[in-house]
């Protein structure tokens, strides 16, 4: 009788304890991935879209990378440079770079390999160009004295070099090759990434396997992976209903996330999170009436931001209420403090009633009558558009849509043809200096199509970009919001994007950031049976 | 009759000229281009003038425009479509399976068309202003008005709520595995076919009328059935080929016309690639995608005038 | 009319024609019922689209976050649909778009292509051969790809969508045309009217043209049922008429069909709504191409 306990003792205690075997990550497996488009090229230092990333950011490594279980995707994180520091003026960063890393053609990297890299990024030789050079514009020079440091010289300190550094694009190369041909990255792949090339089929599929002298130990755990070129997304939603791919790495709408969950239950998790990608509306300062800060607060104050965010999120992609930082990372202003500033108030009517009077003193007639211009994509610009529009008619203000086919868009709008029209900004980090630079004067930033020039608010931003301790940052980020979003209302922030990552339960190891271009390498990804 | 094909083929010259210069001219007309579709829309904070300008000179389009139209129109002189400007692939390799699935569903919406629209519109014509007449007759208008997408979603749905199925979302062409790609084609086919079996019944049934009008079929008529039914057969011979001519006509429509049902069916064929191409301001492919549609539609049109041509001789005189 | 001068002669045969179209009117509803189905529904729909203000129950811009999405029931007949506005009032609205766009681009398609049509059967020979080859080039062009083309030149909107639908019709209707002005140029009184030299403008307007109106009328009808389709598909992938207007075809685009499995009615509503309206205009139009086609009549 007690032998019998014991093994019932014994065999319990087994079962109980099984799930914590499960923990440990399996080796093996192939990870099936849908992408919405295809590159253009291979060549990370030219190209913006997550079409590049999905695919092929496996085959490189980066100098730094973020920490791959950080939600909030800000945490700078070891990766070919195994530690660095920084000089006590802020102006020099040097970076120890690994030993045992090598090139998948065999080759070893040292640090002469990462300048060459960072070379055609910051300074591209003509004829090459480089897409986020203007990011670098603070770097003087990159040096490598030896195999294995890298040195930065800065021009002045920065609040956010590092944040750059961290950048999915910056594919480090060979410097050989790069010194022969740099055109040869846009057509080839050959890094020292966790996976190997082994083909792309155009307009089907790229596919990658273990690269089995990858310098991370025990990673990666996959075997291989394969992504699956599906422009539709109803064929991508399909695909992961069908249990015929684990995980489409941008986003889906909320009505696949419940169809799948309906779907599939149990074999379906999802991870959510607040999206580093915004839809803001510009308004044109050298058009009447909205040159009058006046009129341009009223316009904010007329959009219920809450109950916009309730109704919306179960249609768009769209859900958080947000200033200028995405909600939940390090400078993002607290929902207590976000709410005093105009258009983010919590009594709708009492923001209505503002927003009337405000119209009434700058002589804005009753039934004013203007045109907003928006973008030929369905989601969720078009949602953002009725709903913004139904807001302003709540105050009295008759806006007319006009939508502008996708390609030709932003030739209008740099031109200054518009009145109102929505905007968008999409980020690989969470930055205030990348998310902020956009409302600086136009005459120092083309790509602000409101047309304004505001020195104080220049000025703001340049103090915050070079302020390194975080606190006294943190409340410079908020004078600039406010001023932008509030006193001045420049552009109208309308609600944040909302990252759904619905995927099979069997893919472990991944957390879901705030950005779709992070955490694409797959190195930690593992699946279990 | 050698001259007058001569003729034919001679006059579609000028109209494919014609075309060329219009599309060219259009897609330029147009604002934005390739290399704006590309770097400005992932909404990044950077963009890089120098980068862009030098993607233009790389794809050609800072030459005159007059040399960029020479130089299109002398590779297709030579066969030479050119890459795509949006992915760099020869376009031919592009066009190629989306053409096989276009053709293949725009023959399936053909033939069903046929099938439904030939024995409808003779039996609208033998029972004229019946019941049956009616019948048909809403029913073909019924195929006229319903937007052929709509049908599709309709369709859909049905499949989904009703059968709780889900068209296969991957194309696999006829030869590789036939089941699976008829469960992916049938539906959009049905549903296009209901459309333009309405044009052919309607036709076939005033042809029908037409010809049962004549003296000698209306004295048959009078002396019985039996009669009736051999003459109905010779009736039809007659009234088949302004029906067929119709038919192929809109064959030739289909190809370019497909274009929301297979943005309702996921369906990556010719449609699909066409809103692709101009929303990326692909020049290079928009245009060969129009010259592919108009010649094919000027080729079918020849032939069906040559098979006129052939059966009515005084037409060659004209 | 022997003895008659040619002029007076056309002024006979026109008025001789009035009292034939009334009686033809009461005629037609006697003895093509399917014709007059159509009409009644044509009728119903300028009704509605003229009275909407009054018949419809909601303002078809007001939305209700409350009650999005929301089935059929007493306050909402027919729904509402993602933003929580009744469906029912922007079908009502949506007769408004849809008549306005398929009038206006019929309308034009047929008016310019008519005249394209006479003019280049009334000079023949070489400006004849040069029309017909431009006309070719419009025709082989699919008829989307030329209105996706017009779109994406001019911009969106119900102006240009009626721009962009009228575009591909004018050469079609140019062509049926031309075939019948073909005929009308051999008439007795065309001759008559150059011989006494009426200036060419003259005669197509006031000569050749009323004798082509019927294939035009028969060609109109047709092109209406086509041009509210044609909408319905820019719309729908998004080029013609935009939010928040309330249109047929721009009802059926997103939330509808993302929805479709568990809120039908968003999908269902708007598709019946169109397709009833094109199956008025082309049973309409059927019917009146029988009565006016003097070799189908039964008599």
Redesign the interface.
Known sequence: MKDVRRLLALVFASLVTLPLYAQTPRNGGELVFPVPSEPPSYDGHREETFGLIHPIAPFYNTLLRVDPNDKSGTKAYPSIAESWTESADGKTYTFKIRRGVKFHDGSDLTARDVKASYDKIIFPPPGVGSTRKGQYADVEKVEAPDAATVVFRLKEKSGSFIASLLSPYNFIYKADILAKDPHWYEKNIMGTGPFTFVEHVKGSHVVGKKNPNYWDKGKPHLDSFRAIFMSSSSAQVAAVRGERAHIQFRGFTPKDRDTLKEALGNKITVQESPWDCILLVAINHEKKPFDDKRVRRALTLALDRHTGSKALSQIAIVKEVAGVQVPGTPFATPPEELNKLAGYWTDAEKSRAEARKLLKEAGVPEGFQFTFKNRGIPMPYEPLGVWMIDQWRRVGLNVKQEVIEAAAYFGVIRKGDFEAAMDFQCGYIVEPDLDMYKFTSTSRNPANYGRYSDPVLDKLYDEQSRETNVEKRKQLVRQFEKRVLDEEAHYLMTLQWHRIIPHSSKLHGWTVTPSHYLNNTLDTVWLSE | MGIYILKRLL?MI??LL??AV??FV??R?????VV?????????????Q??MD??RKKLGLDQPLWKQFTTWMGGVLRLDFGLSM????PIT??IK?RFALSLQLALMASLIAQLLAIPLGILAALK??TWVD?VI??FS??G????S??LG??M??TM??VFKW?PP??FTPLWVDPWQNLQQLIWPALAVGYRYSAVGT?MMR?AM??VL?EDYIRTARAKGLWLKLILARHALKNAILPVLTVMSLEFA?L???L??TE??F?LNGLGML???A????DYTLTQAL?ML??TF??FVNFFVDIAYAWIDPRIRYR | MPGSTPASATVELARAERPRWLAAVGDFVRRRPLGAIGAAIILVMVVLAATAGWIAPYDPLETDYAAMIAAPNAAHWLGTDAFGRDVLSRIIYGSRTALLVGLGAATLGATFGSLIGVASAYFGGRVDLIVQRIMDVFFAFPVIILALAVVAVLGTGAGNVILAIATPMVPRCARVVRSSALAVREMPYVDAARASGFRHGRIILRHMLPNVMAPILIMATAFLGEAILLEASLSFLGLGVQEPTAAWGLMLRGAAVEFAETAPWMAIFPGLAISLAVFGFNLFGDSLRDALDPRLRTQ
């Open positions: 006059a000028p109209t014609g075309v219009l599309i259009l897609l007309v147009v604002p934005g281009d704006e579709a590309r770097f400005l829309t992932q909404g990044s904070q950077f963009q890089s120098e980068l030098i993607e949006w992915t760099g692939s390799q592009e399976l004229q202003d009616y007759r809403v208008i019924a006229l008005a319903t937007p997408f709509w979603i309709l859909i749905l989904l709520i889900v979302m991957v309607r005033s009328l037409e009008r429509f190809l370019g016309g274009v929301v943005q309702v996921n066409f809103v692709e101009i929303a990326h301001r129009v549609v108009a539609f000027l």
